[in-house]
Every structure is written in C-alpha cells, then in structure tokens.
C-alpha cells in the first residue's frame, strides 16, 4: 500500500469494497499465523480503520475470526452514492465535501488533480458507488462478534452520520 489502502490504481474503477480484500487477508494472516489459539481476537480502528473494520466484517468473513470490533471515529464510506450524487436536501447530513469527494474517486482510480465522477455528480456511476458502499449489499449480522460504535463531540456529522448508516444495517 505505497498509496494507502484507500487509493485504487488507475482505471481499475475498484472502490472502497474490492481494496478492503487487502486489509482483510492481514488480518486473516494475523489471526491463522500470530494470534494466540483460544484467546480473544480484537479489531480495533478509528475513521480509515474504523472503514476497514467494517468493510471486512461485512463483505469478507472476518466476523468469524472476530471476538470485537471497535470501531471509533466514525467512517464515511456509508452510503457513496448519497454522499456523491443525492441532492435531496432532506439527506444533505449524508452529503460529501469537495475533499471528501476527492477520496472516493481516488478509491476507483482517478487521481487527485482529476475529478471523477463524485466530484462531477456524473449519475451514471450511481449503481456502481451504491454497490461499493459500506453500508449495501454486505452481511450485518454477526452473532459472535460484539461490534462497538464509537463516536465522540468532535466527530464530523459526515461521518458520525454515514457511519450510523451502518448500525442500522
């Protein structure tokens, strides 16, 4: 991850969801190879980690490995398509910022000097940003892990917001 896990390569259109199999088979490696047999397995992450929590629980099994999971600081990665492309104003607590925008194109590859379809509003990449949010489409129940949200005062309503969107998963 010489970019970070957020950042996918260029032209590849890979969002957030396909990124996070990186963080996710870590984690599996960690848990077969390092962690202690019989004892309690802890994943523990805050914004861009608390997004990798959540995005392995729900789409890639790790649920089963997990004891906890706490998740603090919110994530934005909730709800893509609301947060780029809804301008209903009833949802506009969901809405990205310029700078946000920047981030979930930079995840389907485009770069940072470029706006991509977020930070254009281009609705014909609306199914594809829905299907790669965190909060679509994933498993959210996970009867042996206990899933802790955690947010604080100076959260920012953009992800304390698209975060919930999770819990009420």
């Known amino acids: 991850w010489d970019k ?3 950042v996918g390569s260029k032209g590849n259109y890979e969002g957030f969801k396909k990124l996070a199999v990186h963080p996710a088979t870590v984690t599996q ?3 077969n190879e390092l962690a202690d047999d019989g004892r309690p397995f802890v994943l523990f992450g805050g ?3 608390a997004a990798q929590i959540a995005y392995m629980l729900s789409f890639y099994g790790v649920d089963s490995i997990t004891s906890s999971a706490v998740v603090f600081s919110g994530f ?3 709800r893509l398509d ?3 492309f809804d301008n209903d104003s009833l949802n506009s607590y969901m809405h990205y910022s310029d700078r946000a925008k920047v981030f979930v194109d930079r995840s389907f590859g485009f770069d940072a000097q470029t706006k991509g379809p977020c930070g254009l509003c281009d609705t014909t990449f609306v199914e594809l ?3 790669n949010s965190v909060s679509f489409g994933g498993n959210y129940h996970y009867p042996n892990t206990h899933v802790f949200l955690v947010y604080g005062g100076n959260d920012r309503l953009g992800a304390l917001n698209q975060g919930l969107t999770y819990y009420h998963e």
């Open 4 to 6: 970070g896990w957020l």
């Open 29 to 31: 490696y960690i848990y």
């Open 47 to 49: 914004s861009g980690g």
């Open 76 to 78: 934005w990665m909730g």
């Open 82 to 84: 609301i947060g780029c």
């Open 129 to 131: 940003y829905k299907n």
